[in-house]
């Protein structure tokens, strides 16, 4: 986590060769994680203690392939309902370029006891 604040979670992840998938590019997943995780944080931001969030609808378009080096994911939230928060993503990599742009539904629900 690289920074936080009300409404925005900046998240950051070094990729290499182990994030690749056979064409020599990092597999999609490993960019639609680390935007999904910025927009949850970020709602996190927002959330009353003893509140969580799960994803429910989570779109991601790729707009360049990242390769190695550290990428970007900043995370912001849209729209704060009564039981669904709206948030987008932007994942970028280490020049400032556009990697992929991602939106997200995510559920607020009561936090699981801890044992």
Do not use: W
Not at 22 to 39: E, K, R
Not at 98 to 112: Q, R, V
């Amino acid at each position: 986590m690289a920074e936080v604040e009300a409404g925005r979670c900046v998240l950051e992840l070094e990729l290499d060769e182990r994030h690749y998938q056979p064409n020599g590019v990092v597999q999609g997943g490993i960019l639609s994680a680390v935007a999904d995780a910025a927009m949850g944080m970020a709602i996190m931001t927002v959330q009353e203690l003893g509140k969580v969030n799960t994803t429910i609808e989570l779109k991601i378009n790729f707009i360049r392939p990242a390769v190695k080096g550290r990428v970007r994911a900043v995370g912001s939230v849209v729209k704060q309902g009564r039981s669904v928060i709206f948030a987008e993503a932007e994942v970028y990599n280490a020049a400032g370029k556009l990697l992929a742009k991602a939106t997200s539904s995510c559920l607020e629900i009561e936090a699981a006891p801890r044992a």
